[in-house]
């Protein structure tokens, strides 16, 4: 008997080793093990550096109205591994050729009793890991509807995390630093703070997340690839420090409704000792297909102003009219309505941005308000719908066109949906179509307010179907897209590089609606911009918000350094100089900056970086040999220390930096500011003071 109970044992042991698979990454500082419970529960764990990072965490899904789900009685029918290695280029950038290598698994699991199968597969890079189901084509598994994903992310101590609260309608929050267990009881009042409600778990965040180990481990969780799927959230389990996918419902609270064959995003864990390892991971955008778009010569870079910054401070309106013509007095008759006389997006006031444009460089000026419906949505239907193609009286639209063209300057359209995404669908083509004939190349999209006609969240799997069909829409009419209060991207742009910009986060809008944090920008490229760029909307040089109305006293909490930074910390192609004319022309030495910051970009190196503290970047603008350095920090001041190794041997630049003043506040004296030249060489070193919520820029120009 004691002889069989240790052949038994020796059995059981073997049984459970042979069904262990491991994975390892191209370098080896990454080893994933896959296995299965003793009730045939998929499960995972991840090493790095011979430390577990994730420990043994479940796989799988709950089905809706199914007796049985997807999370145990598994057995494994097949495995298969892989090695894959290319370089692709991207349309636009951080740098110009992207390395795309990983060890691939992918298992394939039969489950008792059902007949029913799923495959997980694995992509072990040399930054992380990602994962997702797939689900082949087969008898017993055709349509489901799933009521939960129970992906697991175990944690391997109490992290300091970077979070937001896991609203399903907005990801405008400020970031709350603290310890896991911590997220509990700060959650509420984050979450309390915010005007959207609709939705809340006490320990519920949103990714992208940052994490930091107590020996210097930083972890970012978050997804790739979201298409015909649900966003996903986490939810934490704060008594054993365990996340679990949590998916963002529809209208009826179901998750997601699936047709086989078909998979879920991929599920992403980067990890570094090296926070600066993490701000340049590319694992995200490989992760998603590549470009479907053939011919993407159209698809270019922008720098842009726009009537936009003074109707958010409330200096101008978006309405022609306080009045509702088009209840009142029929549908598009003006003719008796009173103006306001503050619409801001007319004809003499566009010229004026259009000229500024064109004195100093700029690619293009977007205009918001130009076209009915405002007065309606503003104030008297929350459920107005536009149709996006009637001007109102003051807006000449192909007078306007012809003179921006005159000036070798493009206007950006602008659509707000106001949330009915039925409407803007039908609408969609002509709106399109009608941006062709006016020449506009590129729109920005808003999706504020609830959405129509269901009552739809911003992130279930309804409304991102609606986002990816607007951009492949988009697509067919040459039209680049930067879509606001949409769904946080998740590198779909290497598959539709027309999606040039998004908001999906706490912009600088903000600072006018009373203030972000002075840290903020040091957070948002470790979290948020890990997806894919952001049109934050940089550049503002009057921070007391009074000046612009009087009504209105929020402070923007930033130095001029800062903002200058933001152009090349917070990476994007489609950026934009997002103060007023009258206040650039207020400081054109600081402007000189913006005008000679390129958007486009062959290489990237991240010189120093701390979640929350600070982040210095380094980039070549593509197709020359001039660089760009910006520096942000928190609210502690700091002297930044750099090299400029990163720079050509032999040849030398003149760098002119724009810093702090050594009494620069971000509060109390955020406009003052130095301007320097030196001339460098890549044996050159610099000490650089930066003040709480401030920064400095510089322009490295080879001598000729």
């Given at each position: 008997m004691k002889n069989l109970f240790f052949a038994s044992l020796i059995l059981f042991a073997f049984s459970s080793i042979a069904e262990a698979q491991q994975l390892k990454s191209p370098e080896g500082k990454f080893v994933m093990e896959f296995s299965l419970q003793n009730d045939g529960t998929p499960v995972y764990n991840l090493k790095y550096k011979n430390k577990e990072v994730v420990k043994t965490s479940k796989l799988g899904l709950e089905l809706k109205d199914d007796k049985k789900s997807l999370l145990n009685d598994f057995t494994i029918a097949d495995t298969k591994t892989s090695t894959f290695d290319e370089t692709w280029k991207p349309v636009w950038g951080e740098v110009d050729h992207i390395r795309n290598h990983y060890n691939e698994l992918a298992v394939t699991l039969n489950q008792k009793g059902t007949d029913r199968q799923i495959v997980i597969r694995f992509r072990l890079f040399d930054d992380g890991l990602g994962f997702r189901y797939e689900f082949p084509a087969q008898k017993n598994l055709t349509y489901f509807v799933i009521k939960e994903e129970r992906s697991q992310f175990a944690m391997t101590g109490d992290h300091t995390a970077f979070w937001i609260p896991g609203d399903y309608d907005t990801q405008e929050y400020d970031y709350t630093k603290s310890k896991l267990s911590e997220i509990r009881g700060l959650s509420q009042k984050a979450y309390t703070a915010n005007v959207s409600q609709k939705s809340f778990s006490p320990t519920g965040v949103q990714t992208s997340l940052m994490l930091k180990t107590a020996d210097g481990i930083y972890i970012n969780l978050h997804e790739a690839a979201l298409i015909d799927y649900s966003c996903m959230h986490l939810n934490l389990d704060d008594k054993n420090l365990v996340f679990e996918s949590w998916l963002t419902p529809d209208a009826k609270g179901d998750k997601g409704h699936m047709q086989a064959p078909n998979h879920s995003p991929w599920r992403t864990i980067i990890v570094s000792d090296d926070a600066r390892e993490i701000l340049a991971s590319k694992m995200t955008y490989n992760l998603?297909?590549?470009?479907?778009?053939?011919?993407?010569?159209?698809?270019?870079?922008?720098?842009?102003?726009?009537?936009?910054?003074?109707?958010?401070?409330?200096?101008?309106?978006?309405?022609?009219?306080?009045?509702?013509?088009?209840?009142?007095?029929?549908?598009?008759?003006?003719?008796?309505?009173?103006?306001?006389?503050?619409?801001?997006?007319?004809?003499?006031?566009?010229?004026?941005?259009?000229?500024?444009?064109?004195?100093?460089?700029?690619d293009a000026v977007l205009v918001e308000g130009w076209n009915e419906g405002w007065e309606d949505w503003f104030g008297h239907s929350k459920d107005y719908v536009f149709d996006f193609l009637t001007p109102y009286p003051d807006f000449d639209v192909k007078g306007l066109h012809e003179y921006a063209k005159s000036k070798g300057v493009k206007i950006i359209m602008h659509h707000e949906t106001s949330g009915s995404v039925r409407n803007y669908e039908r609408h969609m083509d002509a709106a399109y179509k009608f941006m062709n004939d006016n020449g506009y190349d590129a729109v920005k999209s808003g999706y504020v307010g609830d959405i129509l006609p269901r009552g739809e969240n911003h992130y279930s799997q309804w409304i991102v179907n609606h986002y990816q069909y607007a951009i492949e829409k988009a697509a067919d009419y040459k039209i680049m897209v930067n879509a606001h209060e949409a769904v946080r991207p998740t590198g779909i742009a290497r598959t539709y590089p027309n999606l040039i910009g998004n908001e999906a986060a706490r912009g600088t809008e903000y600072q006018a609606?009373?203030?972000?944090?002075?840290?903020?920008?040091?957070?948002?490229?470790?979290?948020?911009?890990?997806?894919?760029?952001?049109?934050?909307?940089?550049?503002?040089?009057?921070?007391?918000?009074?000046?612009?109305?009087?009504?209105?006293?929020?402070?923007?909490?930033?130095?001029?350094?800062?903002?200058?930074?933001?152009?090349?910390?917070?990476?994007?192609?489609?950026?934009?100089?997002?103060?007023?004319?009258?206040?650039?022309?207020?400081?054109?030495?600081?402007?000189?900056?913006?005008?000679d910051v390129a958007v486009d970009w062959s290489e990237s190196k991240y010189i120093e970086a701390e979640p929350g503290d600070f982040i210095t970047v380094a980039r070549k603008a593509k197709g020359t040999n001039n660089w760009f350095v910006g520096n942000v920090n928190g609210e502690t001041p700091r002297t930044s220390n750099i090299d400029f190794s990163f720079l050509e041997k032999g040849k030398k630049y003149t760098a002119t930096i724009y810093a702090d003043a050594k009494d620069a506040h971000y509060k109390t004296n955020p406009q003052a500011y130095t301007i320097k030249k030196i001339a460098v060489t890549n044996k050159s070193k610099l000490s650089q003071f930066s003040a709480p919520g401030g920064g400095y820029a510089i322009s490295i120009i080879e001598n000729k």
């Amino acid at each position: 008997m004691k002889n069989l109970f240790f052949a038994s044992l020796i059995l059981f042991a073997f049984s459970s080793i042979a069904e262990a698979q491991q994975l390892k990454s191209p370098e080896g500082k990454f080893v994933m093990e896959f296995s299965l419970q003793n009730d045939g529960t998929p499960v995972y764990n991840l090493k790095y550096k011979n430390k577990e990072v994730v420990k043994t965490s479940k796989l799988g899904l709950e089905l809706k109205d199914d007796k049985k789900s997807l999370l145990n009685d598994f057995t494994i029918a097949d495995t298969k591994t892989s090695t894959f290695d290319e370089t692709w280029k991207p349309v636009w950038g951080e740098v110009d050729h992207i390395r795309n290598h990983y060890n691939e698994l992918a298992v394939t699991l039969n489950q008792k009793g059902t007949d029913r199968q799923i495959v997980i597969r694995f992509r072990l890079f040399d930054d992380g890991l990602g994962f997702r189901y797939e689900f082949p084509a087969q008898k017993n598994l055709t349509y489901f509807v799933i009521k939960e994903e129970r992906s697991q992310f175990a944690m391997t101590g109490d992290h300091t995390a970077f979070w937001i609260p896991g609203d399903y309608d907005t990801q405008e929050y400020d970031y709350t630093k603290s310890k896991l267990s911590e997220i509990r009881g700060l959650s509420q009042k984050a979450y309390t703070a915010n005007v959207s409600q609709k939705s809340f778990s006490p320990t519920g965040v949103q990714t992208s997340l940052m994490l930091k180990t107590a020996d210097g481990i930083y972890i970012n969780l978050h997804e790739a690839a979201l298409i015909d799927y649900s966003c996903m959230h986490l939810n934490l389990d704060d008594k054993n420090l365990v996340f679990e996918s949590w998916l963002t419902p529809d209208a009826k609270g179901d998750k997601g409704h699936m047709q086989a064959p078909n998979h879920s995003p991929w599920r992403t864990i980067i990890v570094s000792d090296d926070a600066r390892e993490i701000l340049a991971s590319k694992m995200t955008y490989n992760l998603n297909d590549p470009s479907k778009i053939d011919n993407t010569s159209w698809i270019k870079p922008v720098k842009y102003i726009g009537v936009w910054w003074e109707m958010i401070t409330g200096k101008s309106s978006w309405s022609y009219t306080n009045d509702f013509p088009t209840v009142q007095l029929g549908v598009s008759d003006f003719s008796k309505a009173k103006p306001n006389g503050t619409h801001g997006a007319n004809n003499a006031n566009v010229k004026k941005y259009i000229d500024f444009a064109a004195q100093h460089g700029f690619d293009a000026v977007l205009v918001e308000g130009w076209n009915e419906g405002w007065e309606d949505w503003f104030g008297h239907s929350k459920d107005y719908v536009f149709d996006f193609l009637t001007p109102y009286p003051d807006f000449d639209v192909k007078g306007l066109h012809e003179y921006a063209k005159s000036k070798g300057v493009k206007i950006i359209m602008h659509h707000e949906t106001s949330g009915s995404v039925r409407n803007y669908e039908r609408h969609m083509d002509a709106a399109y179509k009608f941006m062709n004939d006016n020449g506009y190349d590129a729109v920005k999209s808003g999706y504020v307010g609830d959405i129509l006609p269901r009552g739809e969240n911003h992130y279930s799997q309804w409304i991102v179907n609606h986002y990816q069909y607007a951009i492949e829409k988009a697509a067919d009419y040459k039209i680049m897209v930067n879509a606001h209060e949409a769904v946080r991207p998740t590198g779909i742009a290497r598959t539709y590089p027309n999606l040039i910009g998004n908001e999906a986060a706490r912009g600088t809008e903000y600072q006018a609606f009373g203030g972000s944090k002075p840290n903020h920008v040091t957070v948002l490229p470790f979290t948020r911009l890990i997806g894919g760029p952001m049109d934050y909307t940089p550049g503002i040089f009057e921070m007391d918000i009074s000046k612009m109305n009087p009504d209105n006293k929020s402070h923007v909490n930033s130095t001029i350094a800062n903002q200058l930074a933001l152009y090349v910390t917070m990476y994007s192609p489609l950026q934009m100089a997002a103060d007023t004319p009258e206040n650039y022309n207020r400081f054109p030495d600081a402007f000189q900056f913006i005008k000679d910051v390129a958007v486009d970009w062959s290489e990237s190196k991240y010189i120093e970086a701390e979640p929350g503290d600070f982040i210095t970047v380094a980039r070549k603008a593509k197709g020359t040999n001039n660089w760009f350095v910006g520096n942000v920090n928190g609210e502690t001041p700091r002297t930044s220390n750099i090299d400029f190794s990163f720079l050509e041997k032999g040849k030398k630049y003149t760098a002119t930096i724009y810093a702090d003043a050594k009494d620069a506040h971000y509060k109390t004296n955020p406009q003052a500011y130095t301007i320097k030249k030196i001339a460098v060489t890549n044996k050159s070193k610099l000490s650089q003071f930066s003040a709480p919520g401030g920064g400095y820029a510089i322009s490295i120009i080879e001598n000729k």
